[in-house]
């Protein structure tokens, strides 16, 4: 019975851990995306001074 316990406890916790890791995958792409954009948006800017289009 505590083998069963063991190996259901095991089969949550790494599902747990590939459903962290998906949602971990969605997030970083959409931070390059917003990076990507942010970069473009600055380099199209053309006013030639060194603005940056984030805060730190």
Not at 20 to 46: N, S, T
Not at 51 to 56: E, K, S, V
């Amino acid at each position: 019975m505590a083998a069963l316990l063991l190996v259901l406890l095991l089969a949550v916790v790494l599902f747990g851990l590939g459903f962290a890791a998906k949602v971990l995958w969605w997030v970083a792409l959409v931070v390059l995306a917003v990076w990507l954009i942010g970069f473009i948006a600055r380099a199209a800017d053309g006013a030639g001074g060194r603005r940056r289009w984030y805060r730190w």
